[in-house]
């Protein structure tokens, strides 16, 4: 066996028993850790809601009656993703509701998604408070719709679901969060583990004579119970006299 690879193994080995050793201040990081996260997700973090609507792309005027109406649906789909967040759409839902946010705040808050092999738009919105959450994404099928029907000059498209009222709040996610700093707390103490025990070049037994200085041991005296005590105690001074 190569005496590289056997110095690699062991050292593993020590390094294993070393964290071992540790393993109730790597608990402890982890408890610590864990409970700041859930601390954080329950008490500081603001909820997020979201609600979801859809819309039908295609118009009374439109049929899937080809392979070509197909491939006009699929383009027009694209076309009303780009719409529906254009700088007219997303101003005009603001002012309609008089929201205190800009374009690029409120483009933030809306994403669209087209489910694969459907002619379907699905808009949602995320928002601190539920009720304005449903209330947006409806005003952004109200307006887009109007706006694409006139500048499209078209059918408005039909709409398949307005929003849903929230009722849970999708983020923070307080188990996710709760599991990550615990994960987060457990590596960083197996980390500084490794580092000080990586850093401690002291010697303590043979085998660090051997490995440190390359020297051998012949023998060592090992140090009697009470020794080192009855040595300190003869240290100290007499009453009366001189020692």
Not at 49 to 66: C, E, G, K, P, V
Not at 88 to 95: D, L, Y
Request: with cysteine; charged share 20%.
């Amino acid at each position: 066996m190569n005496p590289a690879t056997d110095e690699i193994e062991i050292d593993l080995l020590e390094i294993f028993y070393v964290i071992r050793s540790k393993m109730l201040i790597i608990l402890a990081s982890m408890v610590v850790f864990g409970g700041v996260m859930f601390g954080y997700s329950t008490l500081l973090a603001q909820p997020v809601y979201q609600s979801t609507a859809r819309m039908y792309i295609l118009t009374q005027s439109t049929s899937l009656t080809s392979l070509a109406d197909i491939q006009v649906g699929t383009n027009l789909t694209q076309d009303y993703k780009v719409m529906i967040t254009s700088r007219t759409v997303v101003e005009q839902v603001i002012e309609n509701l008089q929201l205190d946010c800009t374009y690029a705040q409120m483009r933030n808050q809306i994403s669209i998604n087209n489910p694969t092999n459907t002619r379907i738009i699905e808009l949602t919105i995320q928002d601190n408070v539920p009720e304005d959450a449903k209330l947006i994404v409806d005003e952004f099928v109200d307006v887009s719709r109007e706006k694409i029907s006139n500048i499209m000059v078209t059918d408005p498209p039909s709409v398949v679901d307005y929003g849903d009222m929230p009722i849970r709040p999708v983020s923070p996610n307080i188990m996710k969060n709760t599991v990550i700093g615990a994960a987060l707390g457990a590596f960083l103490a197996i980390a500084m583990v490794i580092v000080i025990f990586l850093m401690d070049d002291t010697v303590k037994t043979a085998d660090d004579v051997e490995k440190y200085l390359g020297l051998n041991t012949l023998t060592s005296i090992p140090l009697k119970e009470g020794e080192k005590k009855a040595k300190k105690k003869n240290m100290l001074p007499r009453k009366g006299g001189k020692r």
